[in-house]
């Protein structure tokens, strides 16, 4: 059972959203405020947050920087203004998606569930898992082989890539990359993802050139694998 916290001024917006997760089994927590927000975020765990972009006290912007300085709990936006809608997709604001106003509560619903199944744990943490598309990955001995050569990876490189792989079309931003790859992400910058990336990059294309484009920058939001593609 998952627990979304909803950050909304508007009681009727709220009320439809409460109504619609509520219909599907998910517990909720309604606040009006970016303060209230977070704290209550400090204190509990949710496993997603439907946040408000237009809020009385501050923005969901900038609850959103807030909340990204201590957690990557998924983050759907709501949107009223296409204004918005471009800086949600154009600035590195580490949101899952966003839902713009008005929207049918039923859409909102079926967002949240995808959102909720890429960030669900993967396998790849305590089993060896092999992929089909020419990537595997054998996460015992952590080594990755590509059409069967096996890569000579650091430990960033194959932790980056084991994280890609456990979430395969998930757009993961830079301080969600550095949490799953590096031991004390505090220490390290985005701009070190970047260059870990590149090297990665080189890498796989230098093993098979149908894993040059596996990894795709989003612009302003982060990165992205999808597996190679073994149908040419
Ligand atoms: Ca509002």
Redesign the pocket.
Known sequence: MSTILIV???SS?ADTIIYALETEHFVTKHVATGGEALDLLAKKRFDLVVL????PDTTGFDVCKEIRTASSVPILF?T?RDSEIDRVLGLEFGADDYVNKPFSPRELVARIKAILRRSSPSLVQDKKVVSKDGLAIDSEAMLVTCYGKTLDLTAHEYKLLATFMSQPGRTFTREQLLEHAWEDPGSAMDRTVDAHIKSLRAKLNASSNKCAEIIQTRRGLGYCYHPPQTSD
């Open positions: 909304e001024d508007e917006i408000d972009i237009g809020l709501l009223a």
